[in-house]
């Protein structure tokens, strides 16, 4: 089964927390410093806020799934939608271990859809300048880029 995925970036943690911790009626299942995330069944969402110097507002929404099959598929739609699509691989984003497609959609809104597969001490990965990639605060390809694989 797949679940939605909303990331929010927010002024202030703690207000948002509380917000959202009334909205849900639930305490978030992952809360650090500059990170939370409510793993919902009613309605089924991944929901997470940052503050991490992005702009606020909606970061990106996205399609979680449970198997690298459902990412597969998830993948074929969207290459077939005509748009570039960034294979970023395996990574590490979110204090998750996962495996992550991006790509933008017409009005310019960033979807991903992730495979997790662990859990991790650290928001991310370091960037390697190096590499030439252009990243947003949460980990994916920044706004006006096209990266392709």
């Given at each position: 089964m797949k679940r939605f995925h909303v990331h929010v970036a927010v002024e202030s943690l703690a207000a948002s927390v509380r917000?959202?911790?009334e909205l849900f009626a639930a305490e978030p299942t992952?809360?650090?410093?500059?990170y939370a995330k409510w793993m919902l069944d009613?309605?089924?969402?991944n929901f997470a806020i940052s503050q991490r110097g992005a702009a606020?507002?909606?970061e990106h929404l996205?399609?979680?799934?449970e198997s690298r099959a459902q990412l597969e598929d998830v993948?074929?739609?969207l290459e077939r939608a005509g748009r570039p699509v960034s294979r970023q691989g395996v990574t590490t984003c979110c204090?998750?271990?996962s495996e992550k497609r991006w790509i933008r959609d017409p009005q310019d809104v960033l979807w991903e859809t992730f495979l997790t597969t662990g859990e991790s001490a650290f928001y991310g990965a370091p960037i390697d300048p190096a590499a030439g990639v252009a990243r947003s605060a949460c980990c994916g390809p920044?706004?006006?880029t096209s990266e392709t694989a």
């Open positions: 917000f959202y911790s992952v809360l650090k410093d500059d009613d309605p089924r969402v606020s507002g909606i996205g399609i979680q799934v993948q074929a739609r204090y998750a271990k920044a706004r006006g």
